[in-house]
């Protein structure tokens, strides 16, 4: 049964409460009057459709835009299509993963696939067209309900729009594969939007527009936090312990760290507010590059030739020898549905109970609970907040939300060459980006550089905070969503 959803109605998110805020008041303002000028010519209700109402970065993010677009004087609402069908689950999921050049699962998708996916799409636009009216604009995201435009259209006349948050930039049989089985319902629509022009295949490449993923300035994990805040959350959490009495309670679950030892126990005292703090925000994922950081960062402690370390002043010697290693990642307990995830975890942590025991105290492999999303934002927060340096080392990255987040906060972040990396940080300017992700000695020189160069790092993190202020808020996200809606309205 397809869903409406109504988003919760919160306080937070309203435009004169960004407006309010200093740094935030100019990119709404802009934003306001781009939406003045669409709205005189684009009329009808938006309509959003996806395949969860929770979970996932799409999902994360819908209400705000939801919320954010009718403020701006533009009608939108969110539908969530359903199938009590479990093989529709099963070839989506399948589709997802050939998207991602996953050959393992076999690259056959055929005529009754299409078949599937055109009935639940059929299904869904049915119900759906009880709601829509002519004019109105669909905007599909991802596969799983990319079958509904060319039914809805024939039901009711409307601008079609497919989003496609999904992206690899190299090709293989399996990306072919799904994208020759997606061609005949993408050829459906007015237009379609991704997140990188390498993620485009061919046969759309005149149809598409690029929107780039955005994060909330005022979401949990965004917003900016008082020193008071930001140490209760890392006492309240178990990141830090608590020299004084503290006003809030703990949370309901605490962080766990890997022990020297192999115990995964509440971490205590890493250093957070006091050493200088190398960190990495990732899901355990063999492509998110943790082996080589780490791999790195044991280098990078290992600077001891007297040539190599007198060329560093007092000051850098003493960064290098307190500078610490922070890894953070969801708990796997309470990651049900990623066994690779706990695999990769159980890697990670072979390769840092191997270390020499010096190390080891170095090196922090935070375990962050998922039972409260609200919890896990902040702590995440947190964290990024107490960085010096932040790196996502991933071989291969979509977008890099974490680029996003650490980048809006300040800082520096050393990335590597991955498309929605290099995306977003400019080699040099704004972070640094490494050639190879894989060569431990590379990024072990980029860290001991970064760490070392504290004024280049904060121009760099200043230049990165206001990269993300022009190009990847959601402020930036809704006026390409508004210059969408003036082509769509221009093209009748
Ligand atoms: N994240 C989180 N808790 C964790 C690990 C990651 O909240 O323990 C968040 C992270 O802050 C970011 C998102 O998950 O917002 C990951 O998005 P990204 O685009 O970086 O990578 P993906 O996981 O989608 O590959």
């Given at each position: 049964m397809l869903k409406l959803v109504e988003p919760e109605q919160s306080g937070k998110v309203a435009l004169d409460v960004y407006s309010a805020d200093a740094r935030l008041s100019a990119i709404v303002r802009g934003l306001t009057q781009q939406a003045a000028l669409a709205t005189r010519q684009f009329q009808g209700t938006v309509w959003m459709i996806n395949?969860?109402?929770?979970?996932g970065g799409v999902a994360e993010m819908m209400p705000t835009m939801l919320k954010l677009l009718n403020e701006l004087g533009i009608a939108a609402r969110w539908a969530v299509i359903d199938s009590d069908r479990p093989e529709f689950f099963r070839l989506t999921k399948r589709l997802h993963n050939l998207l991602h050049g996953q050959i393992e699962a076999g690259i056959d998708l055929s005529s009754e696939d299409a078949q599937l996916l055109a009935e639940v799409g059929r299904d869904n636009a049915e119900q759906l067209a009880h709601h829509i009216k002519p004019g109105d604009t669909i905007i599909v995201h991802d596969?799983?309900?990319?079958?509904m435009a060319g039914i809805l259209k024939k039901l009711v006349p409307v601008h079609t729009v497919w989003r496609c948050h999904i992206g690899v930039d190299e090709r293989n049989a399996a990306t072919r594969a799904a994208w020759r089985f997606l061609q005949p319902f993408l050829s459906e629509y007015d237009r379609t939007v991704f997140s990188a022009p390498e993620y485009i295949p061919s046969y759309l490449a005149d149809h598409a527009m690029l929107i780039y993923p955005a994060i909330d300035p005022n979401s949990h994990k965004n917003r900016e936090l008082t020193v008071h805040k930001m140490v209760g959350i890392l006492c309240n959490s178990g990141c830090q312990t608590p020299y004084e009495p503290l006003l809030t309670e703990p949370f309901n679950e605490l962080v766990r760290r890997i022990q020297p030892n192999g115990d995964i126990v509440p971490p205590g005292e890493i250093g957070l507010l006091f050493r200088p703090i190398i960190l990495q925000v990732s899901r355990?994922?063999?492509?998110?590059?943790f082996k080589p950081l780490l791999d790195a960062f044991v280098k990078l402690k290992k600077i001891e030739t007297p040539r190599r370390k007198s060329a560093l002043s007092p000051r850098n010697q003493q960064r290098l020898e307190l500078c610490r290693l922070i890894f953070a990642g969801p708990d796997p307990r309470g990651v049900s549905d990623d066994p690779e995830g706990k695999e990769v975890f159980n890697e990670i942590m072979q390769s840092y109970l191997s270390l020499d025991e010096l190390l080891k105290t170095d090196i922090a492999i935070l375990l962050l609970p998922m039972t409260s999303r609200r919890e896990n934002a902040l702590i995440v927060n947190a964290l990024q907040y107490c960085a010096s340096l932040v790196v996502?080392?991933?071989?291969?990255?979509?977008?890099g939300l974490t680029v996003t987040e650490a980048m809006w906060k300040g800082h520096a972040v050393l990335g590597t060459r991955a498309v929605g990396i290099r995306q977003q940080i400019r080699d040099g300017i704004d972070g640094c980006l490494t050639h190879?992700?894989?060569?431990s000695d590379e990024i072990a020189g980029h860290l001991a550089g970064m760490l070392c160069s504290p004024g280049q790092r904060f121009a760099m993190g200043r230049s990165a905070r206001f990269r993300v202020y022009e190009s990847f808020l959601i402020f930036s996200q809704l006026g390409r969503y508004l210059d969408l809606f003036t082509v769509l309205k221009s093209a009748g």
């Open positions: 395949s969860t109402a929770t979970g596969p799983q309900p990319v079958a355990w994922d063999r492509l998110k590059g996502q080392n991933s071989l291969r990255e979509g977008f190879d992700p894989t060569d």
